[in-house]
Structures are given as structure tokens and as C-alpha cells.
């Protein structure tokens, strides 16, 4: 016998003992509950007795069910289904009745109405034991993709699916390019350094836009326009609302607003499918999107994608598992960061252990198992996001052991992915991409014992709070949770419409990103209006030691940066002139004029100190990986695809901005003969995924 048939028989065996295990115990639990089943004879058995009693009858029920259950039901084929549905349960307690009729000295008993009862929750247990046990053995997982493969073919009328290849692009939420290397090199990551090792793909690396973070990036990748999205959450005057990408209805806003500007409904308008993204790209096919999920009722599709996947007993049972297990190793991480006194840190209590097990471990089997269901499908091009790192980097630090452990897991579900693809009833290109990557460093807050809310109260001469609120931390995992439990998405303190004083200011943050909005003036507030109202706010900010640069509107100069020390430099200066810009890169100037373009850009754009030479920045959140300003690697994420794509850029030139990713991605699904075209804005909506249900299966994941 062979190493690798040794491997599956051996594989086997284990699977095989452990599922009579469970039955074993199970039967005696239910021999305790239900006063008509015994495994004893009637003078009474010693424990021991009564186990092995207990252990041959669960034997002989599971023999019997795989030997004789086949035949039966090759015997009722002609049966109809319902009386087929019903007889069922009784031929299953006919079964157990005959196993425990075998076992010696007749200490098994049962009558039929236990019977029936018993042997269908043995059957339950047994079945989502042997599933959670199977999905965990690389082996016997590919198998079962395999014959799911087969039947797929089978019941296609062509035979076969089209020749053309399809795409399939996974979004690692959050993974910097530099992090995504060093893992590579490292040995974090097999999956990616044999794709890059062997030449099959080409890793490279893009810059954000000033707003690094998920809702303009993914939005301009898969909409092709980010267009007015100043940052995650910012203040709009004209409808005296507070937008946040993650909010489904702003979400929903924000994709009618990119079709509306494009004339094009998405990257994946025909034959697409959008899993676990915060837009849904045109695609006729979504799960566990965000910009549907405001919508209400029993059809949200928003959370079909969750319903699909638990249905499955085996899904549900391994998936749980890992959750609970997710939980204890956040709580010891934790814990082992306070002891040690680990600097910087922040707060991991409350719920977080529970919203991190769900984005690691919930949020990952569902979308992955979707994007298999996809591609199984034959699909023409599946955009999925991962949001895992992301959310544990927030916490944890971008490069912590808690984010690397998170990355090791990921590469197997892509090496999961890419094993599907080779089975799939077309030919798949894989790539693999992040809208942004993360910068370290310490809370603003932290450091200097207030928020920016305080400070800009501060400077406005207005009273600060002994305990200011902190700024929830915007992981895009939180509004996944909400979604899916169907509670309204809803950050702490940010409503649709402020409740403040109209006077007052609101200061909202997106990382290391600060907006400062006075709601009683309609327009943009000039640099002079500014100063006539609170002569210290100003210079208070750029002359804090934690923030790099202002950039306000000024009616004689127009739009200027604002630094230290009384540096005022207009945007046409910045590129002879780059003053407080120096530090944060050569396309820094360029990033903030497109946002200064913006209708919807606030009053007061404060973007945190930067350190070059370490990387780091100060988050105006609560977290310690953050992004969604300038400064570091949460600027600069990777773009990793087949070498028989072309190449993103030509020699020697950078890829910068969303959209002109999306422009790259659009290039490559016509080199495939994708179907991807324009369409009209007014197209009907996206309609329920039918076939998520039939093509879910479980992800491989061995991290529990």
C-alpha cells in the first residue's frame, strides 16, 4: 500500500473510531434521558458494563446503517417522496432495534417509539461529527468536491462548462504589501510563495487614494468611482447626514452614486457574483453584502448567505467549534498582552473577543464556502473579501503574532480555493488583492491623554469632558455582525443626524484621518471664516505635536496645507514646496487635491504625525493597526495575479488609486473573453442567489 493511500486508509480509520465514539457516548446519554431505552440487564450493570454495552450496540448501528441503508433505499426508489420522508425515521428505528438485539446477553432494549427517537439523533450526530471531522482531512475534503464536481457536470446538458476561463479575485481586507512579502518570505504563507516561487503570478504593489480604507477602495475598484468619498465616516451639509461606509444604507448610497457618475453598473455585471463586500459590483449574484442589507425581511440577501452555510448540521458544528475556540485563544492573547504589559495596546474586552471570532472564523468559512459554491458553478468572475486580518491587526498590531497566525490561516483557504479551481467545470485565473494595508503606532489619545474631539473643543474655547467618548474602532467586521443578526448598524454616538448643538462642531475619525464640519453653515468654511470664529482653532491643531497637516479652503489662496510653526502652502506649491507633506511620499500632494475636489470634504481635513523612519502613526480611533489617511503602510497595498494577465502597469510607472485598479481588472476579464460590459444604470436589481445553497460546502480550516 502506498504512503498516500496509507495516509487516506489511516485517515479513515481515525474519522471512523471518533464517529463511534460520539455514538457511544450519545447513546448513553439518551439511555439515561428516556426511561424506555436501557443498556443494562435488569439486576443492574457496573459502569463498565453498561459502556461496552453501549459501545456494541453504536457499532452495530453504524454497520448496519452503512451496509443495509443503501439497499433500502435503492429498494424504495419508486416510493413516493413523502411516504419515502416518513418511513424514514421508522426504518431507522428498525435498524436500531436489530443493532441492539445483537448485542450479547440482550442488555439492550428499546421499544419502538424510543427507537425511532434514538436512532434519529444518533443519525443526526453521527452525520455532522463524520462531516466536521471529513472537512478537516485534506484528503477526504478533496473527495467530496470531487463527486460534487461530477454531479455538477452530470446534471449540465452540455457535459462539460465553457472553455473560456472565469476570474476569481479574493480581497485580503487590510494586508499591506510589505506585510504580504515578509510573510512570504518567512514561510507564513506556502500557498502565495509557491505562486511567486514557481512564477505563475506577479505581485504588485499600489497606492491608495488619501482615504485608505475599505469604502473608497472597494468601492472604486469594483464601481470604478470613489469619487466624494472623503474617508470611512464624514459629515454631509446638504442632507445634514453622517455617512459611514459600513452602514448599509450609506453603502447603498454611496454604490448609486459611483453607477450614477460611471454610467456602468459595475466589474461584475454579468455572470458575477459579490460575496461578503461592502458594494456589490453589478453582480446578479450577492451574499453577505453590506449595500443590500438595509433592506428588511425574510429575503435580505444580505444574510442569505449565512442561513445557506448553517444549514448544514456539519457547517454549523465545525464552524462552531472554531468559533468557540476563536474565543479562548483571543481572551489568552489578550491576557498575555496585559500581563506583559505590551505597549501600545488597547482595549480587548466587552464583546471584541466574540466580533473577532465571528470575522476569523464565521465571516471566512461562509465567504469562502460561497466563492466554492461560485466557481463549482462555473461562475464567470467571483469577487470575494476577507476581512480576518483586518480586524485582528486592529487590535493586535499589523505585524503581531495574533495578525501572522491570522495569515497562515488565510493562505489555506486560498490553497483550498486553488485546489477547488483545478476540479471546477472551467478554468479559473486567481488573484488576489487588498484595498489597503495598515501603519502601527499608538492612539492619539494615548499618547496624549485626549481625543481629537477634545483638542478641536479645546481650540473652539468650548468646554472638553473629563471623559471624552472614544471613537468606536470601524472594522468592517462590526457591521457584518449587525447585518447578519439583524440589529439596525448603528456606531456608538454616530446617527444619521447629529444631535449636537448646530454650533458646535463634529469631528468624526477614519484612522489616522480627522474631519472637522460646523453644521450651521451650509457651505465649506474658508480658512477666514474659520479664523473669525474661533481665532485658536487653527493654529491650535497644526501646532500640535501629533498632527502632520491641515488642509482647509482659503478664499484669497484657495485650498492650503496647513503645518507647524505657521507653514501655509497652496496645492499648486505642494510640488516645489511640499512643507508638512515632505514626509508622507511623493503622490501625497496629488491624493490630498483630489480630495480637496471633493463636494462633500469637510470644513477641516486633519491627517495625524507620521514617522518615516518607523512607519508609524497616531489613530484618531481606538486602535493600534490603523488606516484611512496618509502615512505608512496603510498607503500601500498589493495587487498579486496570474502572469498570463498582462502586466497592471508598464514598466517602470506605479499603480495609484482604486480606480485605476479597477481599470486593470476590467483589462484582464476581457483578456479572458470575460463577459464584463457596461450597462445601463437603471438595470433591475440583483436577484437572490438560488444556487449559493446548493453550491455551499464546508472550507477546510485546521486552526481550531
Not at 469604502?215 to 469594483?222: E, K, M, T
Not at 466554492?372 to 486592529?394: F, N, Q
Not at 497637516?549 to 503645518?563: D, I, K, T, W
Not at 494577465?645 to 476590467?666: K, N, W
Request: aromatic share 6%; charged share 20%.
Amino acid at each position: 500500500m502506498g504512503e498516500g493511500r496509507w495516509r487516506r486508509f489511516a485517515g479513515t480509520c481515525w474519522r471512523s473510531i471518533a464517529v463511534w465514539a460520539v455514538s457511544t457516548v450519545t447513546m448513553l446519554v439518551l439511555a439515561g434521558i428516556l426511561p424506555d431505552f436501557q443498556l443494562q440487564s435488569d439486576s443492574g450493570d457496573s459502569a463498565t458494563r453498561i459502556a461496552v454495552t453501549a459501545a456494541l450496540g453504536a457499532g452495530a448501528f453504524g454497520i448496519l446503517s452503512a451496509l443495509v441503508w443503501p439497499l433500502l433505499v435503492r429498494a424504495l426508489l419508486l416510493v413516493p417522496a413523502l411516504v419515502l420522508g416518513l418511513a424514514v425515521f421508522f426504518l431507522n428505528g428498525g435498524l436500531l432495534i436489530f443493532a441492539l438485539a445483537l448485542v450479547p446477553d440482550g442488555r439492550g432494549e428499546a421499544n419502538p417509539e424510543t427507537a425511532v427517537v434514538v436512532a434519529a439523533v444518533m443519525s443526526a450526530v453521527a452525520s455532522a461529527t463524520g462531516g466536521a471531522l471529513a472537512v478537516r482531512d485534506d484528503d477526504a475534503y478533496r473527495r467530496r468536491l470531487y463527486r460534487l464536481a461530477d454531479r455538477r457536470r452530470r446534471r449540465g446538458s452540455a457535459g462539460a462548462g465553457p472553455s473560456t476561463p472565469g476570474t476569481v479575485f479574493l480581497q485580503l481586507d487590510g494586508v499591506g504589501h510589505d506585510v504580504l512579502r515578509d510573510a512570504v518570505d518567512r514561510g507564513m504563507m506556502p500557498t502565495v510563495g509557491a505562486w511567486l516561487g514557481a512564477g505563475t503570478h506577479r505581485l504588485t504593489p499600489w497606492r491608495t487614494d488619501w482615504s485608505s480604507q475599505t469604502g473608497a477602495s472597494q468601492l472604486g475598484i469594483l464601481h470604478g468611482s470613489n469619487y466624494d468619498v472623503p474617508a470611512f465616516r464624514w459629515y454631509e451639509k446638504d442632507t445634514r447626514e453622517i455617512q459611514v461606509s459600513n452602514r448599509p444604507t450609506s453603502a447603498a448610497e454611496l454604490q448609486r452614486r459611483a453607477i450614477e457618475h460611471t454610467g456602468d453598473g459595475g466589474l461584475l455585471t454579468l455572470d458575477g457574483a459579490s460575496r461578503g463586500n461592502l458594494f456589490s459590483g453589478g453582480a446578479e449574484q450577492v451574499a453577505l453584502v453590506l449595500s443590500v442589507a438595509a433592506r428588511r425581511g425574510k429575503e435580505n440577501r444580505s444574510r442569505a448567505g449565512y442561513f445557506a452555510y448553517f444549514s448544514d448540521p456539519a457547517n454549523a458544528v465545525r464552524t462552531a467549534l472554531s468559533f468557540v475556540a476563536e474565543v479562548v485563544r483571543e481572551t489568552g492573547q489578550s491576557t498575555r498582552a496585559r500581563l506583559t504589559r505590551q505597549r501600545p495596546r488597547v482595549g480587548r474586552g466587552g464583546l471584541y473577543p466574540f466580533i473577532r471570532a465571528f470575522a476569523t472564523v464565521v465571516e471566512r468559512d461562509v465567504v469562502v464556502a460561497a466563492v466554492i459554491g461560485d466557481m463549482l458553478a462555473g461562475r464567470s468572475a467571483v469577487y470575494a473579501d476577507l476581512v480576518a486580518y483586518d480586524e485582528v491587526a486592529h487590535h493586535s498590531g499589523p505585524v503581531s503574532r495574533d495578525a501572522e497566525k491570522v495569515l497562515a490561516r488565510l493562505d489555506r483557504s486560498l490553497a483550498l480555493i486553488a485546489k477547488v479551481a483545478e476540479h471546477a467545470p472551467r478554468p479559473y485565473r486567481i488573484v488576489v488583492l487588498s484595498d489597503h494595508g495598515q501603519s502601527p503606532g499608538e492612539t492619539f489619545r494615548a499618547r496624549y491623554g485626549l481625543g481629537l474631539q477634545d483638542l478641536v473643543r479645546a481650540g473652539c474655547g468650548l468646554p472638553v469632558p473629563r471623559r471624552a467618548r472614544r471613537t468606536h474602532s470601524g472594522a468592517e467586521a462590526r457591521a457584518a455582525v449587525r447585518a447578519a443578526l439583524r440589529r439596525p448598524v448603528e456606531e456608538g454616538g454616530e446617527k444619521h443626524r447629529p444631535a449636537s448643538r448646530r454650533s458646535e462642531p463634529i469631528v468624526l475619525a477614519s484612522g489616522n484621518l480627522g474631519l472637522v464640519s460646523f453644521p450651521d453653515v451650509p457651505h465649506r468654511m474658508s480658512k477666514e471664516e474659520i479664523d473669525a470664529r474661533h481665532p485658536a482653532l487653527l493654529p491650535t491643531l497644526a501646532n500640535h505635536p501629533g498632527i502632520g497637516f491641515l488642509l482647509v479652503r482659503s478664499e484669497e489662496h484657495g485650498a492650503v496645507v496647513l503645518g507647524a510653526r505657521g507653514a501655509e502652502i497652496t496645492l499648486d506649491d505642494l510640488d516645489e514646496r511640499p512643507g508638512p507633506l515632505a514626509d508622507f511620499g511623493a503622490h501625497a500632494a496629488d491624493a490630498v487635491r483630489r480630495t480637496d475636489s471633493f463636494p462633500h470634504t469637510a470644513d477641516i481635513m486633519v491627517n495625524s504625525w507620521y514617522d518615516p523612519a518607523e512607519g508609524e502613526v497616531l489613530a484618531f480611533e481606538e486602535q493600534i493597526g490603523s488606516h484611512g489617511g496618509l502615512g505608512g503602510a496603510q498607503g500601500h497595498p498589493f495587487l498579486l495575479a496570474p502572469e498570463v494577465f498582462s502586466p497592471p502597469v508598464a514598466q517602470g510607472a506605479e499603480l495609484v488609486g482604486a480606480q485605476q485598479v479597477h481599470h486593470v481588472l476590467r483589462r484582464w476579464l476581457r483578456e479572458g473573453s470575460g463577459p464584463q460590459v457596461p450597462v445601463d444604470k437603471s438595470r433591475h436589481e440583483p436577484a437572490p442567489d438560488a444556487s449559493f445553497t446548493a453550491a455551499t460546502v464546508t472550507p477546510q480550516d485546521k486552526s481550531a
